[in-house]
Each structure stands twice: as structure tokens, then as C-alpha cells.
């Protein structure tokens, strides 16, 4: 997917996942993080970021994202 849409996010979050897996956690937040640059306003790709800087040790960022990831979900989106 991500060489026929390479700055498609949802790609971005899934390559992230698979290299989560795969242990690459430095890859994978990359990976998020250039989601983000494309899509800001994703709350899953913020709360995938937050779950990954948990796993890595990092609460005090990864809490942050995760309450902002909530904060995202809970608000209507606009009609696109």
C-alpha cells in the first residue's frame, strides 16, 4: 500500500504496527511520527504513538498523547 499511496497515514499506522511487532520500536515511531506530519488530527495515529512510547518506557510523553488521542475522539469531527 504504501508504494502505491506512499503518504497514504492509515498505511503509515499499519507499517508502524508491523514493525512494533517486529520489535523495531525506532522505526515504528518514525513511521507514526510521519503520519502525524500528514494527518494531525488521527486520533489513532496519536494514540498508536502513545501506546508505543509506554512500551518504550517513556510514560510521561505517552500519557500525554494518550489523553490527547481521548480528547481527539470525543470531539464530532466536521463534514467532509
Excluded: F, H
Amino acid at each position: 500500500t504504501l508504494q502505491m499511496a506512499p503518504g497514504n497515514p492509515y498505511a503509515l499506522r499499519a507499517r508502524a504496527q508491523g514493525l512494533r511487532t517486529l520489535g523495531r520500536t525506532a522505526e515504528a515511531e518514525e513511521a507514526l511520527n510521519e503520519g502525524l506530519a500528514i494527518a494531525p488530527d488521527d486520533w489513532l495515529l496519536v494514540q498508536e504513538l502513545g501506546e508505543l512510547l509506554m512500551a518504550t518506557d517513556r510514560m510521561r510523553e505517552g500519557a500525554v498523547l494518550l489523553k490527547k488521542a481521548g480528547e481527539m475522539r470525543s470531539q464530532p469531527r466536521a463534514p467532509r
